[in-house]
């Protein structure tokens, strides 16, 4: 009745492989390797199919006489044979892909990321959503106002590409094709450089800025817990946050530099026709992580006098106890159009998906103090706060967070150099974490080994002590310990060729070739393909 069943589970995988013989032989094994899980998840996915192939299978069995049973029997074994027989090897040679698609400042502008944008509360059901995916495994996104970047582990490259793709597209409302034309895809080794690289601040528009490292260690700290954020995607994010605070101590790259934020002020400063915050009236709307550091480096240059905006007073308040020499003042999120109305200079960082100033609401404004010309609207949140077409207005200007290379190129060649050592330093944990990732290769192997070694123990310890009748349980301990002892001598070897680590003078390949080695030696392949898909479906299901 088991067999019956798998054979049926898998009759779509058998299928495709039957396909496939018939077919080119051009078809690659990746191309197979994906559509058999694709195919099998689909008969797997709704437990209303277990029960039909279930009760097709026992209403079949209860008509049919012994000789046709028997005949049945055979035919679902040799279903099952014909599947590891076509091809069930080269799917567990295929090893899964660590994929990044994304898009950030470097590549798209402002008005394409704040679509894709996606708020910190999210993160959990956007993993939830991208691993119900056929071809994705597991899952992690990285939101900023930089960059909206995806990180997978796909059980194929291009399928599970193209789907990710479109489910971005769907979130978004950006067709796929647009899309095409900012995003950028790199994988595997190329993909966890690229993260380490964004921790250590070498891909932000200011280098070596430290926020990213703090949204990088949060992308972690919200994915525990959540089911798609898996042991390789956990240990990726978990080695990049080694990486980039290595960096930082090592290479002092961040000393000297400049955040957004403080980047957001200096261009503020070199937008004034006095070149100082002395004398200008200052909004912040905001009294976030961004915000909060904005009001920091407004005091840092001299600003005594600021209004904040906020949600809730409490952060404003703990501001004020912090900067005793300036004089903050908090106005409620009813209040904004007002102080904005009596501002010279209004900084935006909010989380707000909906702009907060539009042409209309800033032409109500007050008019700016003549002084200044124009009102500037320093906007640095993703989604933008200040729709772009306030600047057609004759006395406003705005800025976004795309402006802000202006003011980093000042002391770019300095920490340029600085990224030169950064990257040897990224270097070394790439290798360490590439040696972690080839080990994990091994370790459905050693579990299903030590599986299979323990069930032909267990098996003949029950053997054992039926034939020899009434014993004591002294005897039985002695007996069951001598199996277990046996057991543990008899794969020490055998474990010890399959770990992995940093250490490890082999090569991966070597030891990988091994697992291939045992895993056809003890038919072990089956087992551990069908595990791949049933924990795949199990997700879904949660």
Same mark, same amino acid.
């Given at each position: 009745?088991?067999?019956?069943?798998?054979?049926?589970?898998?009759?779509?995988?058998?299928?495709?492989?039957?396909?496939?013989?018939?077919?080119?032989?051009?078809?690659?094994?990746?191309?197979?390797?994906?559509?058999?899980?694709?195919?099998?998840?689909?008969?797997?996915?709704?437990?209303?199919?277990?029960?039909?192939?279930?009760?097709?299978?026992?209403?079949?069995?209860?008509?049919?006489?012994?000789?046709?049973?028997?005949?049945?029997?055979?035919?679902?074994?040799?279903?099952?044979?014909?599947?590891?027989?076509?091809?069930?090897?080269?799917? #567990?040679?295929?090893?899964?892909? *660590?994929? !990044?698609?994304? &898009?950030?400042? /470097?590549?798209?502008?402002? +008005? $394409?990321? @704040?679509?894709?944008?996606?708020?910190?509360?999210?993160?959990?059901?956007?993993?939830?959503?991208?691993?119900?995916?056929?071809?994705?495994?597991?899952?992690?996104?990285?939101? #900023?106002?930089?960059?909206?970047? *995806?990180? !997978?582990?796909? &059980?194929?490259? /291009?399928?599970?590409?193209? +789907? $990710?793709? @479109?489910?971005?597209?769907?979130?978004?409302?950006?067709?796929?094709?647009?899309?095409?034309?900012?995003?950028?895809?790199?994988?595997?080794?190329?993909?966890?450089?690229?993260?380490?690289?964004?921790?250590?601040?070498?891909?932000?528009?200011? &280098?070596?800025?430290?926020?990213?490292?703090?949204? $990088?260690?949060?992308?972690?700290?919200?994915?525990?817990?959540?089911?798609?954020?898996?042991?390789?995607?956990?240990?990726?994010?978990?080695?990049?946050?080694?990486?980039?605070?290595?960096?930082?101590?090592?290479?002092?790259?961040?000393?000297?530099?400049?955040?957004?934020?403080?980047?957001?002020?200096?261009?503020?400063?070199?937008?004034?026709?006095?070149?100082?915050?002395?004398?200008?009236?200052?909004?912040?709307?905001?009294?976030?992580?961004?915000?909060?550091?904005?009001?920091?480096?407004?005091?840092?240059?001299?600003?005594?006098?600021?209004?904040?905006?906020?949600?809730?007073?409490?952060?404003?308040?703990?501001?004020?106890?912090?900067?005793?020499?300036?004089?903050?003042?908090?106005?409620?999120?009813?209040?904004?159009?007002?102080?904005?109305?009596?501002?010279?200079?209004?900084?935006?960082?909010?989380?707000?998906?909906?702009?907060?100033?539009?042409?209309?609401?800033?032409?109500?404004?007050?008019?700016?103090?003549?002084?200044?010309?124009?009102?500037?609207?320093?906007?640095?949140?993703?989604?933008?706060?200040?729709?772009?077409?306030?600047?057609?207005?004759?006395?406003?200007?705005?800025?976004?967070?795309?402006?802000?290379?202006?003011?980093?190129?000042?002391?770019?060649?300095?920490?340029?150099?600085?990224?030169?050592?950064?990257?040897?330093?990224?270097?070394?944990?790439?290798?360490?974490?590439?040696?972690?990732?080839?080990?994990?290769?091994?370790?459905?192997?050693?579990?299903?080994?030590?599986?299979?070694?323990?069930?032909?123990?267990?098996?003949?310890?029950?053997?054992?002590?039926?034939?020899?009748?009434?014993?004591?349980?002294?005897?039985?301990?002695?007996?069951?310990?001598?199996?277990?002892?046996?057991?543990?001598?008899?794969?020490?070897?055998?474990?010890?060729?399959?770990?992995?680590?940093?250490?490890?003078?082999?090569?991966?390949?070597?030891?990988?070739?091994?697992?291939?080695?045992?895993?056809?030696?003890?038919?072990?392949?089956?087992?551990?393909?069908?595990?791949?898909?049933?924990?795949?479906?199990?997700?879904?299901?949660?």
């Amino acid at each position: 009745m088991a067999v019956a069943a798998t054979a049926g589970k898998f009759a779509g995988a058998v299928a495709l492989r039957r396909m496939q013989s018939d077919s080119s032989p051009a078809v690659s094994s990746s191309y197979c390797y994906s559509n058999c899980l694709c195919y099998g998840s689909k008969i797997l996915n709704k437990e209303k199919n277990y029960r039909e192939i279930s009760l097709r299978c026992e209403a079949g069995s209860q008509n049919l006489n012994p000789i046709d049973k028997i005949e049945t029997k055979k035919s679902n074994l040799l279903a099952l044979e014909q599947l590891k027989a076509s091809g069930i090897d080269r799917y #567990t040679k295929e090893k899964s892909s *660590i994929v !990044v698609i994304g &898009l950030n400042v /470097h590549t798209a502008p402002v +008005e $394409v990321r @704040e679509k894709l944008a996606i708020p910190e509360a999210q993160w959990p059901q956007a993993i939830s959503e991208l691993c119900d995916l056929n071809h994705i495994e597991e899952a992690a996104v990285l939101s #900023t106002c930089n960059r909206m970047e *995806i990180y !997978v582990v796909a &059980l194929s490259q /291009h399928r599970g590409v193209k +789907e $990710v793709i @479109e489910w971005m597209s769907k979130i978004s409302g950006i067709p796929v094709l647009e899309l095409c034309q900012h995003r950028f895809i790199l994988y595997n080794e190329d993909a966890t450089r690229h993260l380490f690289e964004v921790s250590s601040g070498l891909d932000s528009v200011v &280098l070596g800025e430290g926020q990213i490292l703090a949204q $990088v260690r949060q992308v972690k700290k919200l994915g525990q817990g959540v089911s798609g954020f898996g042991r390789k995607i956990s240990g990726l994010f978990e080695h990049a946050i080694i990486a980039g605070k290595r960096v930082r101590t090592e290479t002092n790259i961040s000393s000297g530099s400049v955040s957004v934020s403080s980047a957001a002020v200096e261009l503020g400063l070199m937008k004034l026709p006095e070149p100082s915050y002395g004398s200008a009236r200052v909004l912040v709307i905001g009294a976030g992580k961004m915000g909060k550091l904005v009001i920091k480096h407004l005091a840092a240059k001299g600003c005594t006098d600021m209004v904040v905006v906020n949600r809730t007073e409490e952060r404003v308040a703990a501001l004020k106890k912090e900067l005793k020499d300036t004089e903050i003042v908090y106005k409620q999120l009813s209040e904004m159009m007002v102080c904005a109305g009596e501002a010279d200079v209004i900084f935006t960082c909010t989380a707000s998906d909906a702009p907060l100033f539009t042409k209309e609401h800033v032409q109500r404004l007050l008019p700016v103090d003549p002084k200044f010309e124009r009102r500037l609207f320093i906007d640095i949140s993703v989604p933008r706060n200040v729709e772009p077409i306030v600047s057609d207005l004759t006395d406003a200007e705005v800025y976004n967070v795309d402006d802000l290379k202006e003011v980093v190129e000042a002391n770019k060649e300095d920490r340029l150099r600085k990224a030169m050592e950064a990257k040897t330093v990224i270097s070394e944990e790439l290798r360490k974490f590439e040696a972690w990732k080839d080990s994990l290769e091994t370790v459905p192997t050693i579990k299903k080994l030590r599986a299979y070694f323990e069930r032909i123990r267990a098996s003949e310890l029950d053997k054992c002590l039926s034939k020899m009748g009434d014993i004591s349980d002294k005897q039985k301990k002695a007996i069951h310990d001598l199996s277990i002892g046996m057991l543990k001598k008899f794969l020490h070897g055998p474990m010890q060729h399959l770990r992995l680590d940093a250490n490890d003078c082999r090569k991966p390949e070597e030891v990988l070739e091994i697992m291939n080695a045992v895993n056809r030696m003890f038919d072990l392949e089956t087992e551990i393909i069908l595990e791949t898909v049933r924990t795949k479906v199990e997700r879904s299901r949660k």
